[in-house]
């Protein structure tokens, strides 16, 4: 493949379960790059890969400030590489994590923005994310936060899981997809971004179930049981099972919220209630969650420079 022997492959930068990433740069600008190889699952490096392939140059077309930007796609030696832009600046899991990192409500609204503006842009590009969560996003040089790791990446090690509701680290899951929807929108992401939203605000994951099951017992406790009241057509769904009357948890109201993320404020607790609502037709989308007035009150959001920063 001639586009890669426009890459200097660097440094090892870190390894995940699907993907070796090194550092690297292009050999006629001398631009830094992320080069992520891919660990592809020899049972369908042909055939099926190709429809993977598609979904990426169709990524490479997009360009968006908050979505990390994939500047090319080779293989070598039957490896599959993508070239991304290099993000230095670690990910939001870190910060949230390191006890050492301070960081407030303004903090919150600059990080939640970025992450709102990059997933109106790809769902206005009819784009899926399908697995948001701190650790996939990114921060650049200059603070600004991207999403990364798109399911597709993923799609490569393992086009089958991708396909079926399998998708999404379990405590980002909405509850559509714990029960088995196969047909999803939009709205996954959503509630994904809500989850990251709680957990900044809380410093830990919101609702950290320990099995798919576990999991949608904790979403049932912190925002009401799902049922056929608060959510036409969920006893439909293929895992769904129903709750005993008497077990029903009821939906949890705007003083719930309040309660449990003070320092949302009373505008921030609601942005995150209608991210968090249970029926995925329900809930708000990315379009709507910029247009909501949180983003507008006081405190603004801390400038780019201003953010903390991985130590
Ligand atoms: P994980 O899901 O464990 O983060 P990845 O394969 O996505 O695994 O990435 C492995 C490591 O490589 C990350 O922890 C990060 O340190 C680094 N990395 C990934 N993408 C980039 C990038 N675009 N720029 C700089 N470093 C990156």
Known sequence: DSVAQNYERGKKLGEGTYAVVYQGHRRDTATTVAIKKIKVNADYKDGLAMDAIREVKYLQELSHPNVIALHDVFSKNENLHLVLEFLPGGDLEMLIRDQ????????IKAWM????????FCHENFVLHRDIKPNNLLIAADGEVKLADFGLARSFADPYLNMTHQVITRWYRPPELLYGARQYSGAVDIWSMGMVFAELLLRVPFVAGNSDLDQIAKISEA??????????????????????????????????????????GPVGADLLMSMCTLDPRKRITAVQTLRHDWWTIDPQPTKNADLPRKR
């Open 100 to 107: 050492n990192v301070q960081y407030g409500a303004a903090d």
């Open 113 to 120: 923005g970025m992450l709102a503006r990059g997933v109106w």
């Open 223 to 264: 925002f009401g049981t799902p049922n056929k009241d608060n959510w036409p057509g969920v006893e439909a769904l293929p895992l769904y099972i129903e709750t005993d009357k008497n077990s029903i948890i009821p939906t949890s109201g705007r003083d719930f919220f309040l309660r449990q993320f003070p320092t949302a």
